[in-house]
Nanobody, 120 residues
Framework: QIQLKESGGGSVQSGGSLRLSCTAP????????VSWYRQTEEKAREWVAS???????EYPDSVKGRFTASKDKRTDTLYLQMNNLEPEDTGVYTC??????????????WGQGTQVTVSS
């Protein structure tokens, strides 16, 4: 499994912004599909954003218009810009390489997560 490392989490008030980062050697330059997820103790893991192998960016309705996923191939960094945060956005945010497995360096892999806390 490829080691992914997230950063950028923290505590903000409702309406605030945070930018999360996720790094791993080669995963953006290799063209891997990548995604962000979040989870709390009360809720199941929820998909937040994806960048597909053909560069489509997709979001669920719950974050569409507020969250923006992007990647920098020069630094192999995946970003999640989160604006107008709400208390319901609280959770541990994790990045994931979703494959495909036949792409070198694109094995299904998860990061450890970074905590985001939004207070009202």
């Amino acid at each position: 499994q490829i080691q992914l490392k997230e950063s950028g989490g923290g505590s903000v008030q409702s309406g605030g912004s945070l930018r999360l980062s996720c790094t791993a050697p080669g995963f953006t330059s290799n063209g891997c599909g990548v995604s962000w997820y979040r989870q709390t103790e009360e809720k199941a893991r929820e998909w937040v954003a994806s960048i597909t192998t053909d560069e489509r960016i997709e979001y669920p309705d719950s974050v569409k218009g507020r969250f923006t996923a992007s990647k920098d191939k020069r630094t192999d960094t995946l970003y999640l810009q989160m604006n107008n945060l709400e208390p319901e956005d609280t959770g541990v945010y994790t990045c994931r390489i979703v494959g495909p497995p036949w792409f070198p360096g694109c094995e299904d892999s998860w990061g450890q997560g970074t905590q985001v806390t939004v207070s009202s």
